[in-house]
T-cell receptor, first 112, second 114 residues
Framework: EAQVTQNPRYLITVTGKKLTVTCSQN?????MSWYRQDPGLGLRQIYY???????DKGDVPEGYKVSRKEKRNFPLILESPSPNQTSLYFC???????????FGQGTRLTVV | GENVEQHPSTLSVQEGDSAVIKCTYS??????FPWYKQELGKGPQLIID?????GEKKDQRIAVTLNKTAKHFSLHITETQPEDSAVYFC?????????????FGKGTHLIIQP
């Protein structure tokens, strides 16, 4: 089954404790991206990747890092999480930027 | 960069009636306009998309119309059913050419009243 898998689904952490949210896709897609979803603000792009070893900033990259060492994986790293990063996070992949994007189930992160 | 405005933020309609959600975009070079549906507790899913070489596209009860001159596109749902209740997002390519991905509208919460 074609899918994007994120882990964990839920995470509560403390300010400053480094964390990683994993994302994996099995569709051999080149394009992957991370979004955060906040009430009233919709989906905002954090980082994206056009291919292996190619990443770039989206609209709200501050406080986040990503890596793309393999085509299927695109982890999101929060080196020092802060409460304003409490949000619902989605990973997505697509064959190209202007084709159907497949989203993961989401990761609800709470930073206290 | 691209700016996408979506209206309304909440839409309540009676079951069986039609629903229309509208989006405007700023970059005249944009040529791909998808609509996503997000059900509670799930990630968004593509329901329909349109490219700039057509003005309307239909898929059963769902249609999208595009007006490139006015830079707006709309989602139309006819004969609404309870399972249509969800949050709907429109999107347009960042920077027109789309190399940087999609910019999403803020979403419309569609409520179908029984």
């Amino acid at each position: 089954e074609a899918q994007v898998t994120q882990n964990p689904r839920y995470l509560i952490t403390v300010t400053g404790k480094k964390l990683t949210v994993t994302c994996s896709q099995n569709m051999n897609h080149e394009y992957m991206s991370w979004y955060r979803q906040d009430p009233g603000l919709g989906l905002r792009q954090i980082y994206y990747s056009m291919n292996v070893e190619v990443t770039d900033k989206g609209d709200v990259p501050e406080g986040y890092k990503v890596s793309r060492k393999e085509k299927r994986n695109f982890p999101l790293i929060l080196e020092s999480p802060s409460p304003n990063q409490t949000s619902l996070y989605f990973c997505a992949s697509s064959l190209m930027t202007e084709t159907e994007a497949f989203f993961g189930q989401g990761t609800r992160l709470t930073v206290v | 960069g691209e700016n996408v405005e979506q209206h309304p933020s909440t839409l309540s309609v009676q079951e069986g009636d039609s629903a229309v959600i509208k989006c405007t975009y700023s970059d005249s070079a944009s040529n791909y306009f998808p609509w996503y549906k997000q059900e509670l507790g799930k990630g968004p899913q593509l329901i329909i998309d349109i490219r700039s070489n057509v003005g309307e596209k239909k898929d059963q009860r769902i249609a999208v119309t595009l007006n490139k001159t006015a830079k707006h596109f709309s989602l139309h749902i006819t004969e609404t059913q309870p399972e249509d209740s969800a949050v709907y997002f429109c999107a347009a390519p960042v920077g027109g050419g789309g190399a940087d991905g999609l910019t999403f509208g803020k979403g419309t919460h569609l409520i179908i009243q029984p």
